[in-house]
């Protein structure tokens, strides 16, 4: 089953809250996760990591620095899905 | 070129997280009051796997109390306890103002992060690379404690992560002062920790036949000394001391609670579990301890031994500690304090050299528990059941660590 951008969305806060400490709240598609949430690559492939797992898809390496915002990666593991 | 004049070196800080209590003041109160940090363990190991040993000195308090969710995800519990001890010392210590170039950490861990070790190894077999985590490697590198020490503290004279087994967490203080006599730093933030409670370590310390199997009762396993001891028991935690020049802490007229007055190191090269039956190295240790304090026998009142309830090793330390001392062992009080913590591994001669200095601050050595018929080989004074008033005076007292490898370090604590 497919998941909606706001599931992913939703799922994917839980993931960066907690690997950073952030509150789920803070991570909105606008956000940059470089930029405003202070998440450095190893943090990232960490998230992508998750991310994988929970949303059953692959986001390959040459994809991951395409992902600058949150609403980036919702968009991809939305696509990725089959 | 001839060394820097020595530098008198003082402990201004005090943490640890231990089997006995969640900080250093609580782990003391019940070294003090005799209790065992021994339990039966909260798992199935023994059924699903067939380890013989149902009970370790666990961790009083979860980490998670005293951590944010995140670092509980990005540090191996070895990390985070020392993360705990080393912020309340630095807390103890006033949180001194400090150049970090002037800083040290030095951060030991006798086996490393086996949990996130072990756990990348689950994952890659049951799951495929693809879900082995990207902090794996920074999780379970020895050095992770000393590092993130560092990183907290803006640590940037050098932080290091000295392994020698069970002699780590004493060689890691005995490193930090030598980095303040070389006068490389100022302040070091130094101990050792452990976190081994996994199936895999429990099972290869039983297959060594190291591992006490009282699994009746866990709180009676740990007895050093006592004549029907069969083992030790496996304990975890960390314990950290800040350590300060003499002059930089009475600058800023730091509380001083006692000096770390000398180490001394050597290594048995004589067999890689088993400590050399005449204790060569064991006496070369302390007698290179005493003289680099500027100490004599005379001067010695309290030794804390390393005793981990071994049939051979607790002899053979006494034995040692006759040879050096000679008739004044008559006046030390002994005291074998895993008997209460269980054996930290790499935690075991910080938290050993914590209780050292708090019983030379306080003049009260801890007791020995569980010692129900003394060996009659033991040629030490013990301190049993309850603490011992040590004397007024300048005094000496050394704890003793030694390590699977031959190694021995014995730190001399003498009052501020």
């Known amino acids: 089953m497919a998941h909606t951008s ?77 | ?56 000195a666990t961790i009083k308090e979860d980490p998670s109390e005293k951590l944010s969710r995140p670092e509980t995800k990005r540090m191996d519990p070895s990390t985070q306890y020392a993360m705990i001890a080393a912020r309340e010392a630095w807390q103890d210590a006033g949180a001194p103002e400090v150049d970090g170039e002037r800083l040290g950490a030095v951060v030991s861990s006798g086996i490393g992060g086996i949990w996130t070790t072990l756990d990348g190894w689950d994952t890659l077999r049951e799951r495929g690379a693809r879900r082995v985590l990207p902090m794996t490697v920074p999780m379970l590198m020895p050095n992770s404690p000393a590092a993130y020490v560092s ?78 001891r069969d083992g030790f028991v496996i304990g975890e935690g960390a314990a950290v001391v800040v350590l300060e020049s003499a002059e930089h802490a009475a600058a800023r007229g730091a509380r001083v609670y006692a000096k770390i007055a000398g180490v001394g190191l050597s290594a048995d090269a004589y067999h890689i579990t088993s400590p050399d039956p005449e204790g060569k190295g064991q006496v070369a240790a302390m007698r290179r301890s005493l003289a680099d304090a500027g100490v004599t026998g005379a001067d010695v009142v309290h030794v804390n031994a390393h005793a981990t309830s071994t049939k051979v090793g607790d002899l053979t330390e006494t ?51 569980n010692v129900v018929t003394p060996d009659p080989e033991l040629q030490v004074p013990l301190v049993r059941d309850e603490p011992a008033t040590l004397p007024d005076g300048d005094i000496a007292a050394v704890n003793n660590s030694f390590g699977f490898g031959g190694h021995n370090v014995a730190l001399t604590v003498t009052n501020a």
Request: charged share 20%; net charge negative.
């Open chain 2, 151 to 228: 990183l907290e503290l803006g640590a940037q004279a050098g932080a290091h992560a000295l392994v020698s087994a069970c002699a780590s967490g004493a060689e890691a203080i005995g490193y930090g002062l030598d980095m303040i006599r070389a006068g490389r730093a100022d302040v070091v933030v130094c101990g050792g920790t452990e976190a081994t409670i996994h199936p895999m370590p429990i099972a290869a310390f039983a297959a060594s036949r190291t591992l006490s199997l009282r699994n009746d009762d866990p709180q009676g396993a740990s007895r050093p000394y006592d004549v029907d």
């Open chain 1, 6 to 82: 706001s599931e992913i969305l939703e799922g994917l806060a839980e993931i960066v809250a907690e690997e950073t400490g952030l509150p789920t709240d803070a991570v909105v598609p606008e956000k940059s996760f470089t930029d405003d949430l202070d998440i450095d690559s190893l943090s990232m492939m960490t998230i992508v990591t998750h991310a994988e797992d929970k949303f059953g898809v692959r986001i390959p390496d040459d994809e991951v620095k395409n992902l600058t915002t949150v609403g980036d990666a919702v968009k991809y593991i939305e696509g990725a899905q089959s």
């Open chain 2, 1 to 56: 070129m001839t060394a820097p004049a020595t530098r008198d070196v003082v402990v201004t800080g005090l943490g640890a997280t231990t089997p006995l209590g969640g900080d250093a003041p609580s782990t003391w109160a019940a070294a003090l009051a005799g209790e065992s940090g021994a339990r039966t363990m909260d798992n199935d190991w023994s059924e699903k796997y067939g380890i013989p040993v149902t009970f370790a």
């Open chain 2, 319 to 369: 034995r040692s500690i006759r040879t050096v001392l000679g008739e004044d062992t008559d006046h030390v009080r002994l005291s074998a304090t895993k008997s209460m913590t269980g054996h930290l591994l790499g935690g075991a001669g910080a938290l050993e050299a914590l209780f050292t200095i708090k019983a030379v601050h306080e003049r009260l050595a801890p007791p020995t528990i």
